[in-house]
């Protein structure tokens, strides 16, 4: 045991791993046969050990090697006819302590708290005869070659993983350098397209097909992808997003760090339903609103929307497909519902109930509705006093069969509201409502709508200078907020639905409402790179009607991809889990905070009426994403449209007024015309007439100067809007 040295059990050496990195370890047992050791250290929590040969643990550790060693009868034996005299005095060990390559593994070897001088020191300040410096030598070589034959097993395997790891990376190597010449290398995002392209080769695709059951659903959430459009290729744009099975739809966002690297933040949704580019729109119906079509034939109320960002697809959904700027409207989720229910009409148990079915189409703009099948004539909207919401004036056209719809759908798009936007040229500033109504002896027995909500991008605009411009952007955000927060009320049967916040839902409420309601949500999204904020935020928001979870598990990496783990080193994985809603407000009060909407209210002294209360409900339902300064903009905008609506009221008041005004005049001024007319009553009637006149223009201009007031409150609170974004899943 003399060749150990201080080598015992239990003391502490220095190692060095195979990666270079050089730490302590404690000596479990020694080896006589192999004249090696067994370490073992603990690394994150895990106990890790190896065997290492004697001569690396003395090189390392020099404090720990023998004092002297006696020459081994093997050794004594020199190759040359030396005579016997010349035996290798006493010394240090010289072969044990080989002159590190690196000036830090000499720091780290004085580190360990040695005090002994090194052998090399010694052997400097007197140097051996050169007999004995060939002996040494020659003693060296028939050292190392029996190192060479005892290697351990341990080190045998852990040169086979250092072969193999090298035959990988040039594997790697050659596959990349193979894929540079494949692909386009003057594309602008050429380092993205290979991280997303290295990404979907892990992925194992069981995407949606027509032979996967429909599921039944209250509420029914789904995504439709759309293929890259003629503008996207001409640009080169990236299509970020990947739909691997029916129901996971990620999106691979870059990103870039401080020190300018690119990488990738795989964003993961789960939601009922996922379609990708390849779905068609009767496959997309089959799924969504076909299951809700019967629905309205057991006296209940049905709602499909479709919700996206402008140009994501929305319109050619509901609509039908487009050739150019022609819409075939036979192939949209307006014609296919139409189609089957003249075709559950034939049914037996439906046909016995002599059921009429009638259509309306009509458009909700900045707080107002226009009537599309009668020329956009101006609709109000009232609660009459069973609380229940009538569109006066509204046009319900019967139709017999499918064509009659089509060409009732052809005039309404026909007349549709549109404007630009920075998403899109022709972009739709208005949410079109078609509704197709059953009827039997007169009274309503079921009603499906069908809404092409407009682009959510325009729900940023609140900020605008243009004025117009701010109130379609307050209207769209108001209304898709209120949207979500009925739906989430109806699939939790809450108490209360805050319909009252947006003229949208409001004129909806009745298919927020009773036990036989059902609802579905296509969620349209564009592919390209550039719309990827827009896409994230549509996601969040279908997300959030139904928060949905999900977990990495869910994600269908391929077995035979490796994973993650063989991904490039600048594609991060980030996939999110997604969590339910934190606090909320009515929590926080419960808790004994004070919201930031109470103490506006308090400032402002507002008073309460059912379309504030549903307002306030609906931005403290919403505090991640609505400011208090975006709250008292929505609060201004609603008082200058319901202020609006008085004023053109009262104006219409005072013009059939001043017109009943005029003819009485008339009279007056014929009774002058006589020989004999009577001053005194001339001067009197007149006299009336004209403090009528007065009273109702003065009552006029007061109104029309509290309306101005509200115009210069409006623009007051837009400047001094600031916006959250939405809190990240």
Not at 396 to 416: A, F, P, Q, Y
Not at 662 to 688: F, G, I, N, P, R
């Amino acid at each position: 045991m003399a060749r150990f040295g201080k080598v015992l059990v239990g003391i502490y050496v220095e190692i060095k791993r195979s990666d270079g990195r050089i730490h302590q370890a404690m000596v479990t047992s020694l080896h006589e046969d192999n004249d090696s050791v067994t370490v073992e250290w603990i690394e994150n929590g895990d106990t890790k050990g190896k065997e290492i040969d004697l001569e690396s643990i003395f090189a390392l550790n020099p404090d720990v090697a023998p004092e002297e060693e006696l020459q081994s009868p093997e050794a004594a034996q020199p190759p040359s006819n030396l005579p016997k005299t010349s035996r290798v005095p006493k010394t240090k060990r010289v072969t044990a302590i080989p002159k590190p390559d690196h000036p830090a593994r000499e720091n780290r070897a004085a580190a360990v708290g040695t005090t002994r001088a090194r052998p090399s020191q010694t052997s400097q300040s007197e140097p051996p005869p050169p007999a004995i410096c060939s002996q040494t030598g020659q003693n060296q070589t028939l050292i190392q070659q029996q190192n060479a034959r005892r290697k351990s097993n341990c080190v045998k395997e852990v040169e086979k993983l250092q072969e193999k790891r090298e035959k990988r990376r040039l594997q790697q190597q050659e596959l990349r350098e193979k894929r540079a010449q494949e692909v386009d290398v003057n594309l602008p995002n050429y380092e993205i397209m290979c991280m997303i392209r290295d990404f979907r080769s892990s992925l194992d695709y069981r995407p949606l097909t027509s032979n996967d059951l429909i599921e039944e659903h209250r509420i029914c959430v789904c995504v439709r992808a759309r293929p890259l459009n003629k503008k996207e290729l001409s640009v080169k744009d990236l299509d970020v997003i990947t739909i691997p099975s029916k129901d996971v739809v990620m999106v691979h966002e870059p990103k870039q760090k401080v020190d300018l690297t690119r990488y990738l933040e795989n964003q993961t949704f789960r939601f009922d339903y996922a379609f990708d580019e390849n779905s068609t729109n009767e496959m997309v119906y089959r799924f969504t609103a076909q299951p809700l079509v019967e629905t309205i034939f057991e006296r209940g109320m049905a709602t499909c929307f479709a919700y996206g960002q402008t140009g994501s697809g929305k319109t050619h959904t509901m609509g039908g497909d487009f050739s150019g700027k022609n819409q075939d409207c036979s192939k949209g989720i307006y014609a296919l519902s139409a189609r089957d229910v003249f075709l559950m009409l034939k049914k037996p148990c439906y046909k016995k109930l002599d059921l009429q079915v009638y259509a309306t189409f009509f458009e909700i703009y900045s707080g107002k509705v226009f009537d599309l099948l009668n020329r956009k004539a101006k609709l109000r909207v009232l609660e009459d006093g069973k609380q229940q919401v009538q569109v006066v004036g509204l046009q319900e056209r019967e139709v017999k069969v499918t064509e009659d719809v089509l060409k009732l759908i052809e005039m309404g798009n026909s007349c549709r509201t549109s404007g630009q936007t920075s998403a899109n040229a022709h972009s739709s500033r208005s949410h079109a409502v078609f509704q197709i109504i059953l009827r039997r002896r007169g009274k309503m027995h079921g009603k499906f709508s069908l809404i092409d909500l407009a682009g959510n991008e325009r729900g940023a605009d609140t900020s605008s200078a243009d004025r117009q411009t701010r109130l379609e952007g307050a209207e769209i955000n108001k209304s898709l907020l209120a949207l979500k927060e009925c739906i989430r009320a109806l699939g939790r049967n809450k108490p209360h639905t805050p319909f009252r916040a947006s003229k949208l839902t409001q004129v909806l409420r009745d298919s927020f409402i009773g036990e036989n309601s059902r609802t579905c949500m296509i969620a349209t999204i564009s592919p390209g790179m550039a719309s990827c904020e827009n896409t994230l935020n549509t996601l969040r928001y279908a997300n959030r009607v139904k928060e949905f979870g999900i977990s990495p598990s869910d994600i269908p990496f391929s077995q035979s991809g490796g994973g993650r783990s063989d991904m490039s080193p600048t594609c991060e994985d980030g996939v999110k889990d997604l969590a339910a809603d934190p606090l909320t407000a009515a929590d926080a009060r419960q808790a004994g905070h004070v919201t930031q909407l109470e103490v506006l209210e308090a400032q402002w002294g507002v008073g309460s009426s059912p379309q504030r209360d549903d307002l306030k409900l609906l931005c403290e339902q919403n505090e991640e994403e609505v400011s208090p300064q975006l709250f008292s903009f929505h609060e201004a905008v609603s008082q200058l449209v319901e202020m609006e609506e008085q004023v053109l009221e009262d104006h219409r008041a005072v013009f059939q007024e001043s017109i009943r005004c005029l003819e009485e005049e008339k009279v007056l001024l014929e009774m002058t015309e006589e020989v004999d007319y009577d001053v005194e009553s001339y001067a009197t009637q007149l006299e009336q007439i004209l403090d009528q006149k007065i009273d109702i223009l003065t009552e006029l201009r007061d109104k029309v100067k509290s309306f101005r007031s509200a115009l210069q409150e409006e623009e007051q609170a837009s400047k001094q809007i600031t916006p959250k974004r939405p809190r990240a899943l």
